[in-house]
C-alpha cells in the first residue's frame, strides 16, 4: 500500500452520499440506532440493501444480535439526528421522535424513507462488516424533501434543481 489510510479515506470523500440512520431493537428489546453513510441499494429482486459497520463501534455488537432492523433516510432538516445519532455512550433516542414498525423497530419521525428489513447476510470487509438487508415494508414519508448529505466528511445539501 504505497498511501496512508487517511488519504484513502479523504479520497472516498469524494464521493457524495446520502446519511441514514439505521435502527434495530436491541437484545433486550431496547431501541438502538447508528448513523452510516455506506448506506446502498444491492438488488431489486429480490429487494437487498447493505451497510457497513466498524468491528470497533459499540454498534456492531448491537447489531450482531438482531435480526431485524430499519434505515431511516434523512432529510436535510435532520442534522441534529445524524449527529446523535453517531455520538459513542448517549442515549441516542432521548428526545427522538419514532414509531413502531411492523416488527417494533424504531422508525424514525421526518426521515424521507423507511425500509425494514431482515438480516440476509453478513460478510467479513476488512476493518467493518458488511451486513445485507432484504426489506419486508417499505414507507416513503416525504418525496418532495431535500436529503441531507454527506461530502468530504462534512455535512452538506443539494443545489435545488434546475429547469424543473
Ligand atoms: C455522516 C456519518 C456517517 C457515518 N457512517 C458510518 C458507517 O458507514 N459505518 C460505521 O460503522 N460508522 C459510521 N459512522 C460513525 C457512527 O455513526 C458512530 O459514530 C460509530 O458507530 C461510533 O459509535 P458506537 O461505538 O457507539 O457505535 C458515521 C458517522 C457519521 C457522522
Redesign the pocket.
Known amino acids: 500500500m504505497s498511501f496512508d489510510p487517511r488519504v484513502f479515506r479523504d479520497a472516498c470523500g469524494h464521493f457524495a452520499t446520502g446519511?441514514v440512520v439505521v435502527t434495530c431493537l436491541d437484545n433486550s428489546g431496547t431501541p438502538a440506532g447508528?448513523?452510516?453513510?455506506?448506506?446502498t441499494s444491492v438488488s431489486l429482486q429480490p429487494p437487498l440493501i447493505l451497510?457497513?459497520?466498524?468491528n470497533?463501534?459499540?454498534?456492531?455488537q448491537?447489531f450482531a444480535d438482531v435480526d431485524r432492523f430499519a434505515v431511516n433516510m434523512l432529510s436535510g432538516a435532520q442534522q441534529d439526528l445524524?449527529?446523535a445519532?453517531?455520538?459513542?455512550?448517549a442515549d441516542r433516542f432521548e428526545g427522538v421522535a419514532y414509531t413502531a414498525g411492523r416488527a417494533g423497530v424504531p422508525l424514525l419521525t421526518g426521515a424521507l424513507c423507511h425500509l425494514e428489513c431482515v438480516v440476509e447476510h453478513r460478510y467479513p470487509g476488512g476493518d467493518?462488516e458488511i451486513i445485507v438487508g432484504r426489506v419486508t415494508d417499505l414507507s416513503i414519508e416525504r418525496p418532495d424533501e431535500r436529503p441531507l448529505i454527506?461530502y468530504k466528511g462534512r455535512?452538506d445539501a443539494l443545489a435545488p434543481r434546475s429547469g424543473s
Not at 447508528?34 to 448506506?39: E, L
Open positions: 446519511v447508528v448513523t452510516v453513510n455506506s448506506f451497510f457497513c459497520l466498524d470497533e463501534a459499540y454498534s456492531k448491537v445524524s449527529t445519532f453517531a455520538r459513542s455512550q467493518h454527506y455535512y
